[in-house]
């Protein structure tokens, strides 16, 4: 199975911030990664697909980069709503898998 | 609009059986298939199968194929996830998610349905 290591775990920034969130996958799965926006006690909420797809109505401060196996999320000028945590996703390789996190907080 | 809307909490006993349902709306739900991800307390989401929504044929992660039976009632626009032999461990929040392919995006999520297993 593919392994998927966010960082950094946590990241404490202020409003207005420019915050980058890396994932690395321990084999290459091309552009077939997702990132996922969630809040506490909420169902994840999709950003990002395909690497670099902005979906629908999602705010243009979040970007997706990156191919192979080293990924970025970033979010251009934090605000207050972003705070939550932020979870990459590869659907290359049977099964999908997670990483691990990473939690954006208010410094 | 168009959304998926989940079943209430479950306390469980350990060996016990859940299941949990998914009540598709606003969209065509034969033309999808849906996933179902647990969340374990602190933990991040672990993927557990897939299920096409207009065929029936399901993707189970390996660690579930013997435990978790993924079904449809496209009657009703409605997934179930149904898992035996409940352990301690299997305690998490059940979420269904839209996905057309198991290896899609999931755009759609359900509020996630709390199972907790207890003696």
């Known amino acids: 199975d593919i392994q998927m290591t966010q960082s950094p775990s946590s990241v404490s920034a202020s409003v207005g911030d420019r915050v980058t969130i890396s994932c690395r996958a321990s084999q290459d799965i091309s552009r077939w990664l997702a990132w996922y926006q969630q809040k506490p006690g909420k169902a994840p909420n999709l950003l990002i697909y395909?690497?670099?797809g902005l979906r629908d109505g999602v705010p243009s401060r979040f970007s997706g980069s990156g191919s192979g196996t080293d990924f970025t999320l970033t979010i251009s000028s934090l605000q207050p709503e972003d705070f939550a945590t932020y979870y990459c996703q590869q659907a290359s390789s049977f099964p999908p898998s997670f990483g691990g996190g990473t939690k954006v907080d208010i410094k | 609009q168009v959304q998926l809307v989940q079943s209430g909490p479950e306390v469980k006993s350990p060996g016990a059986s859940v299941k949990v349902s998914c009540k598709a709306s606003g969209y065509t739900f034969s033309s999808s298939g849906v996933t179902w991800v647990r969340q374990a307390p602190g933990q991040g989401p672990e993927w557990m199968g897939w299920?096409?929504?207009?065929?029936?044929?399901?993707n189970y992660a390996q660690k579930f194929q013997s435990r978790v039976t993924m079904t449809t009632d496209t009657s009703t626009s409605t997934a179930y996830m149904e898992m035996r032999s409940l352990k301690s461990d299997d305690t998490a929040v059940y979420y269904c998610a839209r996905g057309k392919e198991w290896n899609y995006a999931f755009d759609i999520w359900g509020q996630g349905t709390m199972v907790t297993v207890s003696s």
């Open positions: 299920i096409s929504a207009y065929e029936g044929n399901t």
């Open positions: 395909a690497a670099t």
